[in-house]
């Protein structure tokens, strides 16, 4: 728990966590009932991702299967109008010459023509290269080249020059928009219409379900990207795993925007096949919050950091409206019945969720860890957050937290079918259907042993049989007075209690204490600039932001351990990017690319 300190004298946080994993049991699984439901499911299990696919269209063909904005506000497709897309991208594919488990990458921004893609090259017999649109030259050079790909989607004429450089290994590129002049080039209404649909059929009774569906590639924090081999039955268990827990229905109503090319993404096309709801897709992220007026979803997928801004933008406010919400969270903290919580939530808390669009049931949260107090204020005012864990090389959804029953604090329990297991030094342990068959053209190592996956992650199982994660095995910090700490714990409740915070790296191994880098959320910090009649250029500089910034830190230091406070803290002129190499493409920090490169900064924090 924040600020209790579980190592005792002479102990480390992370020895203090593996003792307590041992004195408890050393594997979690899922409710007994999911696993009955799992097993019952998979009696009928298809060959392969692409015919579970065709087969949910063939179940409910004129249901909505997407929506996707138009002019005219939201256009509707059926599952059959899908598969007839997906059917003639496939068809167009095998005229190409595309063989079995050749690798086709697809570049693009979430939209349904990146789902029909992948569908299509799955049925086609090939496997889905997922590429970042916002990866550097370097980057995708790289994937393509390591994946061998010989096709590729990409969204516009823009980013083909990314995808068609000097030696590349792509024959034929499918440009989503526009036209291009390169005769290697075809325009994706190209595609549809260049083969005949009949062979596509073969083409999916073919593919079996050890073959291979997906390359995706690890955001690299500590180097190259790695290609996560993904079969097709770990997708179709993941769909089946996930419809057994129940907590989907074929009347619910998905708002994605997450990027495809992410296992979560993926993850997330798979529960929708299997349990049959729509999804309604933009990845114009600047426009969430009014396509959730317009759209009215049920459940929406997101990361940490939409949550954060939430909260933080909310904790910062003040007046009649702050004291109006303080009171009404109150009353439902304390009883969740009666007239008070009534009058609290039809004049409040209904207010809240109508900004949400007024009918969603839970919120998924992955990518990174979530505060406790965030998720915990969320539920309060009735709109859940089930907070989720998983690895690419474990297809992204491998633990999750029941919506109507979660465990603040942790991930919750595995899906059916997985087992968690803490090792003796800590690390969380994973095995079950949904696990990579292995990395791409090199050696899994220590990755995969005897069926585990070793996550490099630092965990124990609570009491109640759901997982709490730590931190990552390779980023605890070591003080030069020889205790650990945790970075990511700290990072993340910084960003909930401090709006101006955008990213933030904690510091300290082998040094005497702990410090911090933090780079500002550009929306807050030009706010705060004009609340204060500052230049927006010299706001990271100015006295007045480095006082209230501190204010927040001693706030968290309030709740942490002596060790574990942030002595001194630098604020960075400008925002750590995906760009500059910072950044992953799941915005994960790459910490040893920023200690490098801010490594003067840092050293000034302690002199």
Wanted: proline letters at 6%; one cysteine or more.
């Amino acid at each position: 728990m924040p600020g209790k300190d579980l190592s005792g004298d002479g102990e480390t946080a992370w020895e203090g966590g593996r003792n307590m994993a041992e004195r408890m049991t050393q594997t979690c699984t899922a409710p007994a009932g999911e696993e009955a439901t799992l097993a019952r499911l998979q009696e009928h299990e298809p060959e392969s991702f692409g015919a579970m696919f065709l087969q949910r269209a063939a179940q409910t063909p004129e249901s909505i299967a997407y929506l996707r904005p138009g002019p005219d506000g939201w256009v509707g497709q059926t599952w059959a109008q899908t598969a007839r897309a997906v059917t003639e991208i496939a068809a167009g594919l095998l005229a190409l010459g595309l063989r079995p488990e050749d690798r086709v990458a697809i570049m693009s921004g979430t939209r349904v023509e990146w789902i029909e893609a992948d569908f299509g090259v799955m049925c086609a017999g090939g496997a889905t290269t997922t590429v970042y649109p916002s990866s550097s030259p370097d980057e995708v050079a790289h994937i393509v080249t390591d994946s061998g790909s010989r096709f590729a989607v990409v969204e516009s004429p823009d980013s083909l020059s990314k995808i068609l450089f000097p030696g590349t290994t792509v024959e034929r590129a499918v440009l989503i928009t526009g036209a291009s002049d390169d005769p290697r080039v075809l325009t994706l209404a190209e595609l549809r219409e260049l083969g005949t649909t009949e062979p596509v059929g073969a083409a999916v009774a073919a593919v079996r379900p050890d073959d291979l569906a997906t390359l995706i590639y690890t955001s690299g924090t500590t180097g190259l990207p790695k290609g996560v081999r993904v079969a097709h039955r770990a997708w179709i268990y993941q769909g089946l795993a996930i419809q057994a827990m129940g907590i989907v229905h074929p009347e619910d109503l998905g708002y994605l925007w997450l990027p495809l090319s992410h296992a979560f993404g993926k993850a997330l096309l798979s529960c929708q096949i299997s349990a049959g709801f729509p999804f309604a897709v933009d990845g114009d992220v600047s426009r969430i919050v009014q396509r959730l007026g317009e759209v009215q979803p049920t459940i929406m997928p997101a990361v940490p950091r939409i949550f954060e801004k939430v909260y933080a933008a909310v904790s910062a406010a003040d007046g009649v409206q702050k004291k109006l919400l303080d009171w009404a969270v109150k009353v439902a903290e304390q009883r969740r019945s009666g007239l008070r919580f009534r009058i609290a939530d039809r004049l409040v808390l209904a207010r809240v969720r109508a900004r949400f669009g007024g009918r969603m049931r839970f919120f998924i949260s992955g990518a990174a860890a979530l505060s406790p107090d965030i998720a915990r204020w969320f539920g309060t005012i009735g709109l859940p957050i089930a907070e989720g864990y998983g690895l690419t090389e474990s297809c992204a959804t491998t633990v999750f937290n029941r919506p109507d029953r979660p465990e603040y604090g942790t991930v919750g329990r595995p899906l059916p079918g997985t087992s968690v297991r803490i090792a003796q030094d800590g690390e969380i342990l994973l095995r079950g259907p949904g696990l990579m068959q292995g990395y791409h053209g090199i050696d899994s190592g220590s990755a995969l042993v005897d069926g585990w996956l070793h996550t490099g992650d630092i965990g124990e199982i609570t009491p109640g049989g759901s997982l709490r994660i730590t931190d990552r095995k390779k980023d605890l910090i070591k003080t030069s007075n020889g205790k650990y700490v945790a970075p990511q714990t700290l990072e993340s409740r910084f960003k909930a209690i401090c709006p101006l915070a955008g990213q933030v790296m904690v510091h300290g191994e082998k040094r005497k204490y702990i410090t911090a880098l933090i780079d500002l959320d550009p929306d807050e910090a030009a706010k705060f600039a004009a609340a204060h009649g500052l230049d927006a250029s010299s706001v990271a500089r100015s006295a007045e932001l480095r006082t209230v910034l501190q204010s927040h830190v001693d706030r968290l230091n309030a709740t942490l351990n002596p060790w574990e406070t942030i002595k001194r803290f630098a604020v960075l002129d400008e925002p750590l990017s995906i760009e500059n190499g910072e950044l992953t493409t799941s915005l994960k920090l790459r910490r040893r690319v920023i200690e490098e490169r801010y490594g003067p900064v840092l050293d000034d924090l302690y002199a």
